[in-house]
């Protein structure tokens, strides 16, 4: 379903608000809405907030065989799901352009950078590797979607723990986490997602994070992945709006400075989720 156009009054308002420097939210032009991480009662059960956009991501496991061509590797696969409980724009079984972007950058920003070592998901050579599965569920869209899937996805591998194994000669034993500890998997780095949205007007400033009637009535939007240290793993543009390379780098600091606040902020309640829970083992 194509999403409804904006009337008249309300893009008036926006770019009149714009002009003066405001959003209609009350953030600066360069700040995020808040995150809200809430975490379930499965380790690697993630609910991400990015206001009032909400997406739900989960990780699960099994043991497989791998493929003759790559026998010291696992492998890791991403399912994404935005269904008319997230938006009535969506359809179920026809993706829209939206959607097919999100499961794009997705891949490219968990699966293509490298994000878990997948050598180290190897448990027999050729014989037994993890396959990594990661749902993502999106429940609520109020603008900025793809920011939020990616966060989520990237604390649900941080959350997540594997069962530990035991190899002797060609067997494999799995131990139950109330035997032994779950192991957290390796993980090379943790790249963050930033949207910025451009306006037709060359006097509108860009806003980071936009909001739904910002998303749907702006010139261009480019998403930068980048992780605390400040590697850049994805750049994305949309739109017909032409950026000038001073332009681009001033909006690859700011993604910088925001990825260690968000790289910061998950790592906090990642300790505080894990030291609340109680693993029994006997």
């Known amino acids: ?58 990780v699960d496991v099994k043991m497989v065989k791998p493929p003759p061509e790559r026998p010291f590797e696992g492998f890791i696969t991403i399912h994404s799901e935005i269904s008319p409980m997230a938006s009535s724009e969506f359809e179920l079984g026809r993706p829209s352009e939206e959607e097919v972007t999100i499961t794009r950058m997705l891949d490219k920003v968990i699966r293509r950078s490298d994000v878990v070592d997948k050598e180290s998901l190897c448990i027999l050579s050729g014989q037994r590797v993890w396959h990594l599965r990661l749902n993502v569920h999106c429940l609520s869209d109020s603008g900025n979607l793809l920011d939020c899937v990616c966060l989520a996805g990237i604390v649900a591998l941080k959350h997540f723990r594997r069962p530990d194994v035991e190899v002797v000669g060609d067997e494999v034993t799995v131990h139950p986490p109330t035997f032994r500890a779950p192991i957290p998997l390796s993980l090379h780095h943790n790249p963050y997602c930033f949207t910025f949205a451009f306006f037709s007007d060359p ?40 950026l000038e390379p001073g332009d681009i780098l001033k909006i690859v600091n700011v993604a910088a400075l925001k990825a260690k606040d968000v790289d910061a902020l998950v790592e906090s309640r990642l300790q505080e989720d894990w030291e609340g829970r109680k693993i029994e083992i006997r």
């Open 1 to 58: 379903m194509r999403p409804p156009s904006p009337s008249i009054p309300e893009k008036d308002f926006l770019f009149s608000a714009l002009k003066q420097g405001l959003r209609l939210d009350g953030r600066e032009f360069l700040e995020t809405r808040p995150v809200t991480l809430t975490f379930g009662p499965e380790l690697g059960w993630v609910e991400c907030s990015l206001g009032k956009t909400r997406v739900l991501a989960q």
């Open 203 to 242: 006097s509108l400033n860009p806003v980071l994070d936009p909001n739904l009637l910002e998303q749907r009535l702006n010139g261009g939007l480019i998403s930068i992945a980048l992780n605390a240290q400040r590697e850049l793993c994805v750049v994305q543009k949309s739109g017909g709006v032409p």
